[in-house]
């Protein structure tokens, strides 16, 4: 079963990057495998869940969002990464909570690092989207920094999408 968040405040459509998006589209389908840190985060910002949502297309579920640099406080994190599915396929979104623009790559594999999408550069809002046809285990790769050398964010995992 799939829970709908709405995005109440379309005030808060436009504080933070890719907001500004989630107006058009001011709800997010959250998985029902999503996890407490998920929950929450979508919870405490609605708009940002959406809009990313929003930004990887129509029909997407919320798998995971994950605050980062890895364990910070979700309400101190200076990036999240974002993963949907949608009918097998993954899109992920790295949203830039900074507030400035930054250095930022994002690429998701298919498993055993094939078949790369990859989106980088500086930007002030968000790196992505990037998408996988299969996003079973799809590796994925955030990083963002002052440069592409200077990086305070360097996480790579395998599941952030799910692995069954």
């Known amino acids: 079963m799939r829970a709908v968040v709405a ?34 985060i979508a919870r405490a910002d609605l708009a940002a ?11 997407y579920t919320l798998q995971k969002a994950v605050p980062l640099p ?8 200076l990036a999240t990464l974002f993963s949907y599915g949608n009918s097998g396929k993954g899109c992920a979104i790295l949203d830039n909570n900074f ?6 790559y994002l690429s998701v594999c298919k498993v055993g690092g094939t078949a790369c999408d990859t989106d980088s550069g500086n930007f002030s809002q968000y790196a992505g989207p990037v998408y996988v046809s299969s996003f079973a285990c ?6 963002m920094g002052r440069t592409s050398s200077s990086l305070y964010i360097d996480y790579k995992s395998s599941y952030v999408f799910p692995c069954g």
């Open 7 to 40: 995005a109440t405040a379309l005030a808060a459509a436009v504080l933070t990057a890719p907001q500004a998006v989630a107006a058009d589209k001011p709800e997010v389908s959250i998985s029902k495998d999503a996890d407490a840190t998920t929950l929450a």
């Open 49 to 59: 869940a959406a809009a990313a949502a929003t930004v990887c297309g129509t029909g």
């Open 70 to 77: 890895l364990g910070t406080d979700p309400g101190e994190r």
């Open 99 to 104: 507030g400035s623009s930054q250095y930022m």
């Open 138 to 143: 799809a590796p994925v790769t955030a990083k």
